[in-house]
């Protein structure tokens, strides 16, 4: 794979923030349903995702990770608390500036890619930066197309490349248009283990090397391993955030967090 790495300053978007942190939660709760079948996903969550930096969420199945990251990046809504990109606090916005501000200050990477079968893979790549009705940066995106490797498929469709292959497109589509925070839900999760560990190096070489910030949710202690830190998540809540993760440290924290699902309610 030819791995040039971009090494050019980021270019800030007209909209970015000079926040420390790239997005926070602040005493997120999130109910689902009511009575006997109310389920508190999110209990009083505060946590920061510092800029420049890259996060992983991780907590075993049922924790809320999913929930606190679809919150933090304006795909749902908290029942209370708030949620900011930088200094915008998102829980104020309408559902149209709240889509704007997805697309433009947002990246998304999913376990499913989520790649659409009729674009190439270029199209594919600059689409949200088409739907803001903004210009791509050459440059940048020249830069990241070598970085994630696709230089000779860029006029292939999805359904011609290998999983690995669609998500690092999927990667390099979060990317392109230089947002504040890239959102990464289980990102390597259909993934066989050399595909993921190329897409998780992509996250971490895109984070360390170009400046940007990545949230990554998942509940695989060698994915975690590959962030600047972890923050663990049991029953909604907040338990414990480590710097410089091991895979080995994160399994052995991991392992103190049994689900308790009667505290739920
Ligand atoms: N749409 C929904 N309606 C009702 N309950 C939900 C909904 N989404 C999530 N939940 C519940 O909220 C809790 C947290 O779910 P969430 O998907 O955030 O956990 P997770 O840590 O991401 O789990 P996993 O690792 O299994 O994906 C779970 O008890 C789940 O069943």
């Not at 749902?76 to 309408?94: E, K, M, P, R, V």
């Not at 594919?124 to 009705?133: K, R, S, Y």
């Not at 940048?140 to 669609?166: I, K």
Request: charge should be neutral; hydrophobic fraction near 40%.
């Amino acid at each position: 794979m030819t791995t040039t790495v971009p090494t050019s300053e980021p270019t800030p978007t007209p909209t970015s923030t000079s926040a420390a942190f790239a997005a926070r939660v602040v005493d997120a709760v999130k109910l689902y349903g009511t009575g006997d079948t109310r389920v508190r996903a999110l209990d009083g969550v505060s946590v920061d995702f510092p800029a420049g930096r890259f996060t992983a969420i991780m907590g075993p199945s049922g924790s809320g990770k999913s929930t606190l990251m679809h919150c933090a990046a304006g795909l749902d809504t908290l029942t209370s608390g708030s949620a900011f990109i930088g200094d915008t606090d998102i829980s104020a916005l309408d559902d149209r500036r709240l889509t704007l501000l997805r697309r433009r200050r947002i990246g998304f990477v999913f376990q499913s890619f989520n790649l659409l079968p009729t674009l190439t893979v270029a199209e594919n790549i600059t689409l949200p930066l088409d739907l803001a009705g903004e210009r791509p940066d050459p440059e940048w995106l020249d830069a990241l197309v070598d970085t994630v490797g696709l230089r000779d498929r860029l006029h292939h469709r999805p359904g011609e490349l290998s999983g690995g292959q669609q998500q690092r497109v999927a990667v390099a589509r979060a990317f392109a248009g230089s947002p504040d925070v890239v959102f990464a839900d289980e990102p390597t999760g259909n993934l066989d283990s050399r595909s993921g560990q190329e897409v998780l190096w992509l996250l971490g070489r895109t984070v360390r090397q170009a400046a940007r910030t990545v949230v990554m949710v998942t509940h695989d202690p060698v994915a975690a391993a590959h962030a600047d830190e972890v923050v663990f998540l049991a029953d909604g809540r907040l338990v414990d955030r480590m710097s410089e993760p091991t895979a080995e440290r994160v399994l052995d924290r991991f392992k103190s967090f049994a689900p308790h699902p009667s505290r739920r309610r």
